[in-house]
């Protein structure tokens, strides 16, 4: 008997078919085969008639075309079929398309959270149907996502600066970071003072306010082990003022008024969702969400970690008792009377897990050998997060001491780990902060008084992760596109990614602008997460998917539309030269003091550049261009190339750290400053790997090199 399982990547196959045996054939519709068509009004694909949406699909490419023909062979040959497409909304769509394709009435949908034998094996003996209400909500979401991008994108094509596109989730996330831009443009800064005073006991306290100003329980401890009170000091606005707490600091005993102290539990952090291991893996191994999610869907097909695309925080029976077997044995003080309760988000599907190892018991080392350095530091941190869930809570004993001096008080705080229960192995608690012992009334000796000028920052950009945590709270998208909506909007040069954080470009807060003035409630995170919540109830079967998209586009999206396209230009013509009219800048020509047209471009950091549209030339005879210097803050001309032939290297007599080679002086321009560095003379050996960080720089009269040290000169 001949048995056909259809996955979605063709990365599980050869582990599946390990599983299997003989007499299965395992094939991938590598991710989607089919989508909708581009034909029809506005290439949409679909139509609605009589209350019902018609819509045709076809072969997303010719890649497409070829699997769809596999499979319908592969299926011929097959006594049974099983559809294995993943676990999630996106996967029951996919396996809906097999379905179709190959003209199965009822196909045999087998579902598995991870990708060991005992897993496959029990669902392939239990298979299901497919879940319609997951067919329709993705249906409809692709409808949707089409109908917005498809017949909103032509109104930013009108404002001639590069943008290509406009969505229903990638809207309202670019202007998640178009609205903090706008934050740090508007922020001025504020000076202040921070005062504090150093005991020769062995401590710091800082100023906490006048004792007519504090009440008894301003700097209590709450329940939950915070203090009602965070910054270090109580805020001074002048010079002055901190100048005069400081003199009374000095010329004043001081003596302990009040000593709190309380042992307050940390409760483990819940495993690991989708939205969670992208934020811990950006923060912790600089990973980017995309990367992330291609390592995590590495180790998923390996059969190490269960699926990567969740957002709930549940975990096996089978695990948690294996989790409980490994800190019996390793860690007995460990183990819980009872696992700590998680939250449970309101659009988590039922019936999946959280993301942990498939055996808690496998031997690091063996893995560590295993599988490649990216893969191993992210197993680490799926394994280590999974079972500190599994722990007790940590115990930290959190004091305040009020000390005074005069009229004013002076607060210190102390953080102590009593026991590092589930942070012995997922770390998130600050180092300790520990007090002396002291009486209360007792007499302290001041060794200093002193203040700090500080000054209030910007709220700072966001980095990717941030960007997902964000987009997970307001309910913008969901696990399966937050990276793709993230890497969206970084390639249509809308924002890039400068130090690790996300900056808008001026193209992309001029698109921003724009959709806040033409449909301003597709960048409202509220508006958008209705729509996700109209989704989550398609695919609960609480909504019917046509009626929705119908009424949505009746309703709000064809008038929202019409009255936004009321008072725009018409589309830019092109000219008989076949370029497009340009944007006008405020900067003016050098030459003839015309404004400058912008010209988008994806290679400069500024998404743009200007050029004369007046037929201006430059000092080289080509036409007259201007490019953004960071340095200088303003437009600039391209330096001229000079037309003096490039004097030969000098060699030294210094050998090439990797190939004893003599080093040549390499000189250079670094921010209009003449530099020189040493490197091979080499050319062919430079470009070898190893000769990566084979160089010396000048500095301070000598040769230094970040990766070899200073060089011997005698």
Excluded at 521 to 548: H, K, P, R
Aim: aromatic fraction near 8%.
């Amino acid at each position: 008997m001949s048995r056909l399982l259809i996955v979605e990547s063709p990365g599980k196959i050869k582990k599946l078919r390990s599983i299997l045996g003989p007499g299965w054939n395992v094939q991938a519709s590598v991710g989607h085969i089919r989508q909708l068509a581009n034909e029809g009004t506005d290439n949409l694909g679909f139509v609605a008639e009589n209350g019902k949406i018609k819509c045709r699909y076809e072969p997303r490419d010719d890649r497409a075309k070829k699997t769809i023909a596999n499979l319908k062979a592969a299926a011929q040959q097959a006594d049974e079929i099983f559809i294995a497409s993943d676990p999630d909304r996106e996967g029951e769509v996919i396996g809906w398309h097999v379905a179709q394709v190959l003209g199965l009435k009822q196909p045999k949908r087998v579902v598995y959270q991870e990708i060991t034998e005992r897993a496959v094996r029990q669902a392939i003996s239990n298979p299901k149907s497919l879940d319609m209400d997951l067919v329709e909500a993705g249906r409809c979401r692709d409808c949707l996502d089409k109908l917005v991008g498809y017949r909103g994108s032509p109104l930013v094509w009108r404002l001639n600066n590069g943008a290509k596109s406009v969505g229903r989730v990638q809207s309202a996330t670019l202007h998640l970071v178009c609205q903090r831009e706008r934050e740090i443009q508007a922020f001025v800064p504020q000076d202040y003072w921070s005062v504090f005073v150093d005991y020769a006991e062995g401590f710091r306290a800082y100023y906490h306010g006048s004792t007519q100003a504090n009440g008894q329980d301003e700097h209590s401890i709450d329940d939950s082990g915070s203090e009602t009170k965070t910054e270090e000091s109580t805020r001074v606005l002048s010079q002055a003022e901190a100048d005069s707490l400081v003199a009374i600091a000095r010329s004043n005993p001081h003596q302990v008024i009040s000593i709190e102290g309380k042992i307050t539990p940390k409760k483990p952090p819940a495993p690991f969702t989708t939205s969670a291991l992208q934020q811990a893996a950006g923060s912790r191994l600089k990973f980017s969400p995309e990367q992330t999610m291609q390592v995590a869907q590495k180790l998923y097909e390996a059969g190490l970690i269960t699926y990567m695309r969740t957002d709930s925080v549940a975990l096996s029976p089978d695990y948690c008792l294996a989790a409980k077997r490994w800190l019996e044995q390793n860690d007995a003080d460990n183990v819980p009377k009872k696992v700590s309760k998680q939250k449970v988000s309101k659009q988590a599907q039922e019936g999946h897990e959280a993301i942990r190892p498939t055996d808690i018991f496998k031997p690091s080392a063996e893995l560590k050998q295993a599988l490649p350095d990216d893969q191993f530091k992210l197993y680490v941190l799926i394994w280590t997060r999974a079972l500190a869930s599994q722990c007790k809570p940590a115990q930290i004993r959190k004091t305040i001491v009020i000390s005074q001096s005069g009229e004013i008080q002076w607060k210190a705080k102390g953080n102590l780990v009593e026991f590092k229960g589930y942070s012995k192995y997922w770390k998130d608690i600050k180092a300790d902060t520990e007090l002396p012992t002291l009486q209360e009334q007792q007499p302290l000796t001041l060794a200093q008084a002193d203040s700090q000028q500080k000054q209030t920052q910007p709220p700072s950009r966001y980095s990717e992760p941030k960007l997902v945590q964000l987009m997970e709270k307001k309910g913008i998208g969901r696990p399966s596109t937050y990276a793709p909506t993230i890497k969206t909007i970084k390639s249509r040069g809308y924002v890039t990614l400068i130090k690790g954080r996300l900056q808008p470009t001026s193209m992309g807060l001029e698109v921003d602008q724009f959709m806040g003035g033409a449909l301003p409630e597709l960048l409202e995170a509220e508006f958008t997460a209705q729509m996700e919540s109209s989704l989550d109830a398609i695919s609960e079967g609480n909504q019917e998917w046509q009626d929705y998209l119908i009424g949505w586009n009746r309703s709000y999206f064809a008038p929202a539309l019409a009255k936004a396209k009321q008072g725009l230009p018409e589309p830019t013509s092109y000219g008989s030269n076949g370029g497009k009219a340009l944007q006008k800048s405020r900067t003016k020509c050098p030459k003839c003091s015309q404004p400058m047209g912008k010209v988008p471009s994806k290679k400069v950091k500024k998404g743009h550049f200007l050029k004369c549209e007046d037929g201006c030339t430059a000092d080289d005879g080509r036409g007259l261009v201007m490019f953004w210097s960071d340095r200088d803050k303003s437009w600039q001309l391209p330096k001229a190339k000079s037309d003096q032939p490039t004097a030969p290297a000098e060699l030294t007599d210094y050998p090439c750290p990797v190939c004893k080679a003599k080093l040549e002086i390499y000189r250079y321009e670094k921010d209009s400053q003449p530099k020189q560095m040493l490197r091979c003379s080499d050319p062919k050996a430079r470009t070898n790997k190893k000769h990566k960080n084979a160089v010396y720089f000048a500095s301070k009269g000598r040769w230094w090199s970040p990766k070899y040290g200073e060089l011997e000169t005698e």
